[in-house]
């Protein structure tokens, strides 16, 4: 049995393959016993969570607080209005407070470092919901819906095509670890965050997988089982009219069936959503090949897997997938 009990989950570069794998499992023992089987489970019973967003959501938001009151415990919304924290007292102080009221942080921040502060500052496990630099919530429910749908993940190659941000990071992260390939696509090679760039290219070294950076989409799609899209320019405060520049400069990367038909014969699409149609058509985001909602769907398992695995030992009861 891998134990995560008092960890933080920031990043899944912290985390080891068979501790992603614990995850991916809990996720999948969570769905079956209480999805499938109708089962009632409250193992989070007198455990409470403080919820953080400085950004909009609705999947990580509620997936999370439906996630901890189906298994018994409390959850705790607060926007930037409803706290001090980074304006009339520091994060640091802010960590300290909540982590005497609460057994977990959830916390979706503009900037990494914050919530690399809340973990290191804090005494209760931190889970990051969405930084500038990474998204690892995402990342485990993409996997979880590539397992389900594949019946396995090792040997797949994910295309990512368009703006490489926070999720493209998390990708690289964990997609080696599972023994997923990964081409990505977007405008420049150097999109990517050079330090995030060099640990991948470590990472696929160690695991034997293969990273391909590219400017060509058709390119990262030739042969790919999964094609991947997301909002472009997420982190983008500049100019108005260099903003519309840069789109333009994006739209030979919007997803068709075009992209498709030099895929696998079994390729699929996912995308984390919020989605804008410039980034895939309607003809792929609606087909048979879209996995989107039941991609949006696994955040919440999968949500609830990694609350469940920082906060309680637990043992899962179905049989480990394949991944
Ligand atoms: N994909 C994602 O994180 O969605 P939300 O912004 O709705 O939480």
Redesign the pocket.
Same mark, same amino acid.
């Given at each position: 049995h891998v134990s995560l009990v008092g960890r933080s989950l920031l990043t899944l570069k912290d985390f080891t393959p068979p501790e992603i794998e614990q995850i991916l499992w809990t996720a999948a023992d969570l769905k079956t016993r209480i999805k499938e089987r109708g089962e009632v489970y409250t193992p989070l019973e007198g455990k409470y969570a403080a919820i953080i967003f400085q950004k #909009?959501?609705?999947?990580? #938001?509620l997936s999370t607080e439906t996630g901890v009151n189906m298994l018994g415990g409390k959850s705790y919304f607060l926007s930037p209005e409803d706290i001090h924290m980074g304006v009339n007292e520091t994060i640091k102080d802010s960590a300290k407070v909540l982590s005497g009221f609460v057994n977990l942080i959830l916390a979706r921040m503009c900037k990494h470092e914050d919530v690399e502060s809340l973990a290191a500052e804090g005494s209760v496990p931190v889970v990051n919901a969405?930084s500038e630099l990474y998204?690892p919530l995402?990342i485990l429910a993409d996997m979880q819906t590539l397992q389900e749908h594949f019946g396995g993940l090792k040997g797949l190659t994910v295309a990512w095509v368009g703006d490489s941000n926070n999720i493209t990071h998390s990708y690289m992260m964990a997609a080696p670890k599972l023994g997923v390939n990964l081409r990505i696509a977007s405008r420049k090679t150097l999109d990517t965050c050079q330090n995030v760039s060099k640990d991948a290219e470590h990472l696929a070294k160690q695991y034997g997988t293969q990273i391909v950076h590219t400017t060509d989409p058709r390119e990262a799609c030739k042969g790919a089982n999964v094609i991947v899209a997301d909002r472009r320019l997420k982190n983008y405060t500049g100019p108005e009219e260099e903003k519309l520049e840069k789109l333009k400069a994006l739209q030979g990367y919007r997803v068709t069936h075009k992209f498709g038909e030099m895929a696998a014969k079994d390729w699929v699409f996912l995308h984390?959503?919020?989605r804008k149609q410039d980034e895939v058509d309607d003809a792929v985001f609606y087909s048979h090949r879209s996995l989107v909602w039941e991609e949006a769907e696994n #955040?919440k398992w999968t949500v609830m897997a990694v609350i469940l695995c920082l906060l309680k030992c637990h043992a899962c009861t179905t049989p480990k997938p394949d991944y």
């Open positions: #909009r959501s609705i999947r990580t #938001r969405l998204h995402q984390c959503g919020p #955040r």
